[in-house]
Nanobody, 126 residues
Framework: QVQLVESGGGLVQAGGSLRLSCAAS????????MGWFRQAPGKERDFVAG????????YYADAVKGRFTISRDNAKNTVYLQMNSRKPEDTAVYYC???????????????????WGQGTQVTVSS
């Protein structure tokens, strides 16, 4: 059974840092682009960051550019999201996702991803 499990969420003060992890099991995703999305209360799920299968390519939503960094360790089948300079508007449930097959490039649309984690809550207090 393929699973993506996020961890590292919690409560952080504005300006603080937090690192999310997403560990995959059931198959390797070393050849798959992966990404992070988030959903704030009462809002649609939005793209946050994406990374190519090799890690050489990354892409960020404007709202997090310069503050968040996505990375991956294919040996550990894990993708990370380092979040710095947190703002209250970053409060959301964060989801990691993986595409279904080997593709080049970086992806930012929900329909491009096949596998999803259950999400981890991140709350930023002002």
């Amino acid at each position: 059974q393929v699973q993506l499990v996020e961890s590292g969420g919690g409560l952080v003060q504005a300006g603080g840092s937090l690192r999310l992890s997403c560990a995959a099991s059931g198959r390797t995703f070393s050849n798959n682009p992966m990404g992070w999305f988030r959903q704030a209360p009462g809002k649609e799920r939005d793209f946050v960051a994406g990374i190519s299968w090799s890690g050489a390519g990354t892409y960020y939503a404007d709202a997090v550019k310069g503050r968040f960094t996505i990375s991956r360790d294919n040996a550990k089948n894990t993708v990370y999201l380092q979040m710095n300079s947190r703002k209250p508007e970053d409060t959301a449930v964060y989801y990691c996702a993986a595409t279904g097959g080997f593709e080049s490039g970086v992806y930012s649309r929900e329909y491009e991803y096949t596998y999803w984690g259950q999400g981890t809550q991140v709350t930023v207090s002002s």
